[in-house]
C-alpha cells in the first residue's frame, strides 16, 4: 500500500491544486493517473494527476515529502489537510 498524510494544499492558477504531504508508507508504487482514497472517507476519491518531489523552501532535500496535482474544488482540496490518503495494492 502506497499512503501520505497531507500537510497542506496549494492552487496552481489553471492547472489545479497541489496536496502536500509526508510518505507514510511506501509499499508500492504511485504513478500518474492512480487513483487515492481517503482513509477517514472511502468514498472520497483523488486522481492523481502528476507527481512532483516538493522541499516546503526547505534547503535539504526530504525524499519522504511529495507533491501530488490534483483536479479538485477548493473546499474539498483543503477538507484534506490532515487527512491520510491510500492506494491499494
Avoid: H, P, Q
Wanted: glycine share 10%; proline share 0%.
Amino acid at each position: 500500500m502506497f499512503e501520505i498524510e497531507v500537510i497542506d494544499v496549494f492552487k496552481i492558477s489553471g492547472r489545479g491544486f497541489v496536496i502536500g504531504g509526508e510518505i507514510i508508507d511506501r509499499g508500492t508504487v504511485l504513478k500518474n493517473g492512480d487513483t487515492l482514497i481517503c482513509r477517514d472517507y472511502k468514498n472520497k476519491k483523488v486522481l492523481v494527476k502528476s507527481i512532483e518531489m516538493v522541499n516546503f523552501g526547505n534547503r535539504e532535500i526530504n525524499f519522504n515529502r511529495i507533491g501530488l496535482l490534483v483536479d479538485l474544488e477548493e473546499s474539498e482540496a483543503r477538507s484534506l489537510i490532515g487527512r491520510r490518503l491510500y492506494k491499494e495494492e
